[in-house]
């Protein structure tokens, strides 16, 4: 069993829809929580990070933490065709060393 | 800021070959990584450098790869010899320093081993 799971999609929506991506993870000592967006043949950037339990919210983007489930979700509202792109959750017990998971592409259509 | 630099953009080689990747990090960032990427395994980290000294190599597949970093702005990761299961795209990624998180992604480096 991986350490953090991602289904890999694709999931496709329409534009201004709400869109939720999650991961699980098996590592209890995990601690920062990342998601990042990679849109195609470019390298990952950083959108949401979050330390320890608890929700945190940044423009259309929300993310939330639930140690006690080892689940973590990002919430985009009002989803936009710019939108489109793979997400990658990462996370780590210290910050130097992220797990990441496997990806989910999102396709937003018009 | 020119981000984090990566060279070259595309490789092709033949099984057997020496292959070098080239990384010029984000100028005044401590920290240093290298990841390969792949369908099916996803993001891994290969090797991470803090002030151009190795701390983690744990996840460099074997003794066919090898990194350096012989100054702060510069570092290289090198296969040799390769093979067809090399092929991934590789990423250099750097980090300001320890009281940060956020890391800085290069475009990559797409390897073909043929």
């Known amino acids: 069993q991986k350490e953090v799971e991602q289904d890999p999609g694709p999931l496709s929506v329409p534009e201004g829809a709400i869109v939720s991506l999650n991961c699980t993870y098996s590592?209890?000592?995990?601690?920062?929580f990342m998601w990042y967006r990679q849109y195609s043949r470019k390298g990952p950037e950083l959108l949401m990070y979050t330390y320890s339990s608890g929700n945190k919210e940044d423009g259309r983007f929300t993310a939330q933490v639930d140690k006690s489930s080892k689940y973590i979700s990002l919430f985009i509202r009002d989803s936009q065709p710019s939108d489109s792109a793979t997400y990658l959750c990462?996370?780590?017990?210290?910050?130097?060393?992220?797990?990441f998971g496997t990806g989910t592409r999102l396709q937003v259509f018009p | 800021d020119a981000g984090v630099i990566q060279s070259p953009r595309h490789e092709v080689t033949e099984m057997g070959q020496e292959v070098t990747l080239r990384c010029k990090p984000i100028s005044g960032h401590d920290y240093l990584f290298w990841y390969r990427q792949t369908m099916m395994r996803g993001l891994e980290l290969l090797i991470y450098f803090n002030n151009n000294v190795p701390i983690d190599d744990s996840g460099m597949p074997e003794d066919r790869f090898s990194a350096k970093m012989p100054n702060a702005s510069f570092s290289t990761l090198k296969i040799q010899p390769s093979e067809p299961r090399d092929s991934a795209v590789y990423f250099c990624?750097?980090?300001?320093?320890?009281?940060?998180?956020?890391?800085?992604f290069g475009p990559g480096t797409r390897l073909t081993v043929l």
């Open positions: 990462a996370m780590s017990q210290y910050t130097d060393k992220l797990i």
């Open positions: 990624a750097s980090r300001m320093d320890a009281a940060t998180d956020t890391q800085y």
């Open positions: 590592n209890s000592a995990f601690q920062y």
